[in-house]
């Protein structure tokens, strides 16, 4: 029963370590590698499929550690695991303020290409939508808002309604609430492996005690 469990946790925690990578890392690195926000993306959940990897080991070797080990070592390997349910809360928590507020930096940045866009004649402003294949702030209305024509690169070869600040919002956004997700879940998974490895000391120690007594107590029952 317990077996079967065990390998359920490792197929799952696989299973997320390549949707990450297949949906996530490889993705944005082949289609947005030119962004700064892009390397964000992929360092926030490089770092966590790497932790999810080191939650496979550790949940392999605190199991057979607690089948190989004397009784009372064991005990010593739950710190470990504390340590780890620990780093990894500080770490990522940290770590996705500081992709909140890339995004949100990176957002101000459009904003301000697009008024550079026309009060200094800046092209940084159409490579991104060349780039993107999106049309100005807001879409081709940002464009009759300011009075001017809608560029020709907005036509592909029909015209392209969604705005780049958009764009960039229904992609990078998601990130953020996958990246809350899977921090989440790898917490949980940590916890259920602490809590698991610990129940099994326990036992084990509550086991070890109750074979001492009948090795002292054995000796006057004979």
């Not at 197929?11 to 490889?26: Q, W, Y």
């Not at 997700?181 to 610990?198: H, M, P, Q």
Request: overall charge positive.
């Amino acid at each position: 029963m317990v077996g079967n469990k065990t390998k359920k946790l490792v197929v799952l925690l696989l299973g997320l370590d390549l949707a990450i990578l297949l949906r996530i890392i490889i993705y944005f690195s082949f289609r947005y590698s030119s962004f700064k926000i892009t390397t964000d993306v992929i360092s926030y959940f490089c770092g966590l499929t790497s932790t999810i990897f080191i939650i496979k080991i550790l949940f392999w070797v605190s199991i057979s550690f607690l089948s190989l080990t004397a009784d009372w070592i064991v005990v010593g390997y739950i710190p470990v695991l504390v340590y780890v349910l620990n780093w990894t809360y500080f770490t990522f928590s940290q770590r996705l303020q500081l992709l909140k507020k890339n995004y949100e930096l990176y957002m101000d940045g459009i904003s301000q290409k697009w008024l550079n866009n026309f009060n200094y004649n800046a092209t940084d402003m159409s490579v991104l939508e060349k780039t993107l294949q999106c049309c100005g702030l807001e879409g081709p209305r940002s464009y009759m808002s300011y009075l001017r024509t809608v560029p020709k690169h907005c036509f592909n070869p029909e015209l392209i309604t969604l705005g780049c600040s958009y764009f960039i919002e229904n992609t990078f956004y998601p990130m953020q609430e996958a990246g809350i997700l899977v921090f989440r879940l790898t917490l949980f998974v940590e916890l259920i492996i602490l809590s698991f490895y610990t129940l099994k000391v326990y036992k084990k120690i509550i086991g070890s005690i109750g074979k001492h007594k009948k090795q002292i107590f054995s000796p006057h029952c004979s």
